[in-house]
């Protein structure tokens, strides 16, 4: 008998065609920004990660422009005749935050000449001597697009008249005369509270 040729099958192989990747994207370098100062800083203010994290992903518009604003104000002080102890005046802002009065240094004006005009138009308080100037504070907030630098000089002030009862402005929630204990823990502001502990030891010392 004849042997049966096998039968050869052919097996066909079907190619695949691998894509190449794309390129990743280069990543842009991280260009440092000029340190600038701190903002002040509440002393209620807490910030977790998640917040830091969120300002991370949801980025605001990048700064164009920097802006300096010089402001200057006073740590505006009496002492009370009972107990001797040292008084502090604090206004209370439009958000109930306690503070000093303070404000924009206007054209052709000195930080000391704005010291006293803020602490007339803000406390009503005319009868006041300046007596040294304490330190200056640096403030930073975003204006949409632009970076306003505020820097304020601080003045340890003191009232002259117990009798000159202080008076607020309309858009303020509150002023009043704090004992020096009281007024630290009432202060919003670190940086402020620091200098409120070199003017009680200023008064101490005499000045």
Do not use: C
């Not at 164009?64 to 102890?85: H, L, M, S, W, Y």
């Not at 206004?91 to 009065?101: A, E, L, M």
């Not at 200056?136 to 697009?145: G, L, S």
């Not at 309309?170 to 202060?187: L, P, S, T, V, Y």
């Amino acid at each position: 008998m004849a042997k049966k040729k096998k039968r050869r099958v052919k097996h066909s192989v079907t190619r695949l065609e691998v894509k190449p990747r794309k390129a990743a994207q280069p990543i842009p370098p991280v260009v440092e920004q000029p340190k600038v100062p701190e903002a002040l800083p509440l002393k209620s203010e807490r910030v977790s990660a998640v917040t830091r994290l969120s300002a991370r992903m949801f980025r605001k518009p990048t700064i164009q422009e920097v802006v300096r604003e010089p402001t200057a104000g006073g740590i505006v002080f009496r002492i009370n005749k009972t107990d001797n102890d040292i008084e502090i005046l604090l206004i209370q802002d439009s958000k109930g935050r306690w503070t000093i009065p303070k404000g924009h240094i206007e054209h052709g004006e000195t930080a000391k000449q704005t010291a006293i005009r803020e602490i007339g138009e803000e406390a009503g308080l005319f009868h006041i001597d300046v007596l040294l100037w304490l330190g200056k504070i640096h403030f930073q907030y975003r204006r949409i697009d632009k970076l306003v630098l505020m820097t304020t000089q601080i003045y340890l002030v003191k009232s002259l008249d117990d009798h000159e009862k202080p008076t607020k402005e309309q858009w303020m929630r509150g002023i009043k005369w704090f004992k020096f204990n009281d007024a630290i823990e009432a202060i919003e502001y670190e940086d402020i509270e620091k200098l409120m502990w070199v003017a009680k030891n200023k008064i101490r010392q005499g000045v």
